[in-house]
C-alpha cells in the first residue's frame, strides 16, 4: 500500500486559496487518488477523487502531474468552516482498503 | 454522495459488558465495510474489512475475539465489542464501499465508546 505524506499543519486566512500538497512515491498504476475532510468528532467526508491531470467539482480542484507521484488540493477562497483535517489517500480499485496517514490540520483564521 | 449511517452515535458502559455497533449503508448496497478506530488527536486506524456473507479480515494486532465483526447483509455490519474495557473507550468510524461502482468509501459519522 502506498504511503502518504502530508504537512502536519497550515494555517490560512479566510477568503485565501489553500493548497494541501501530498506525496505518494510509491503509487501504483491502478491506485487512485482521494482526499477526505474530517471535523472533530465525526467521520471524514468525500472530497475529491482522481487519477491524473485535473480533476474539479463544487468544493475543490486536485492537481496531478504526470508521474502521478505527488498530489495537490485547492480550496478556493477557504472560509472558517474549513478548518478541519485533510487527508489524503491511495486507494487500489480492488481490495481498497485505505490506510490513514496523519493529515493534514488546517486552520483557517477570520 | 452516498450515506453511512452508525447506531448508536455515543455509548457509556461498565467494564465487562458488550457493546455492539451498527453500520448501514442506506442508499447503496456494499459488499465490503470497514471499521477503524480513533483516539483522541489521532488519524483514523484500520482495524478491520467486513465481507458480506464472509469472515472479517482483521489487521495486525487487532484481537478478533475481542472486536466481533458480522456482515450479515449487503447494507449492515456490525462490530461487537466484547468485555469492553476503559482502553477500548474510543471513536469508532465504519465506511462502505460501493458495489461494483467507483468503489469510492464513504463514511458514517462515527460511535463514541465511553467504558467506565
Known amino acids: 500500500l502506498a504511503k502518504t505524506t502530508q504537512p502536519i499543519s497550515m494555517d490560512s486566512y479566510e477568503g485565501q486559496e489553500v493548497n494541501i500538497t501530498c506525496s505518494h512515491n510509491?503509487?501504483?498504476?491502478?491506485?487512485?487518488i482521494t482526499w477526505y475532510q474530517q471535523f472533530p468528532s465525526q467521520g471524514p467526508r468525500f472530497i475529491i477523487q482522481?487519477?491524473?491531470t485535473k480533476v474539479t467539482n463544487e468544493v475543490a480542484s486536485l492537481f496531478i502531474p504526470a508521474d502521478r507521484k505527488s498530489s495537490t488540493l485547492s480550496l478556493p477562497r477557504v472560509s472558517l468552516s474549513d478548518t478541519a483535517v485533510y487527508y489524503c489517500?491511495?486507494?487500489?480499485?480492488?481490495?481498497?482498503?485505505?490506510?490513514f496517514g496523519q493529515g493534514t490540520e488546517l486552520s483557517v483564521k477570520p | 454522495g452516498a450515506v453511512v449511517s452508525q447506531h448508536p452515535s455515543w455509548v457509556i458502559c461498565k467494564s465487562g459488558t458488550s457493546v455492539k455497533i451498527e453500520c448501514r449503508s442506506l442508499?447503496?448496497?456494499?459488499?465490503?465495510m470497514f471499521w477503524y478506530r480513533q483516539f483522541p488527536k489521532q488519524s483514523l486506524m484500520l482495524m478491520a474489512t467486513?465481507?458480506?456473507?464472509?469472515?472479517?479480515?482483521?489487521e495486525q494486532g487487532v484481537e478478533k475475539d475481542k472486536f466481533l465483526i458480522n456482515h450479515a447483509s449487503l447494507t449492515l455490519s456490525t462490530l461487537t465489542v466484547t468485555s469492553a474495557h476503559p482502553e477500548d473507550s474510543s471513536f469508532y468510524i465504519c465506511?462502505?464501499?460501493?458495489?461494483?461502482?467507483?468503489?469510492?468509501?464513504?463514511f458514517g459519522p462515527g460511535t463514541r465508546l465511553l467504558v467506565l
Open positions: 465506511s462502505a464501499r460501493i458495489s461494483g461502482g467507483t468503489e469510492t468509501q464513504y
Open positions: 510509491n503509487i501504483a498504476t491502478n491506485d487512485y
Open positions: 482522481g487519477y491524473k
Open positions: 489517500l491511495v486507494d487500489g480499485r480492488q481490495g481498497g482498503k485505505l490506510i
Open positions: 442508499d447503496f448496497q456494499a459488499t465490503t
Open positions: 467486513s465481507n458480506e456473507g464472509s469472515k472479517a479480515t482483521y
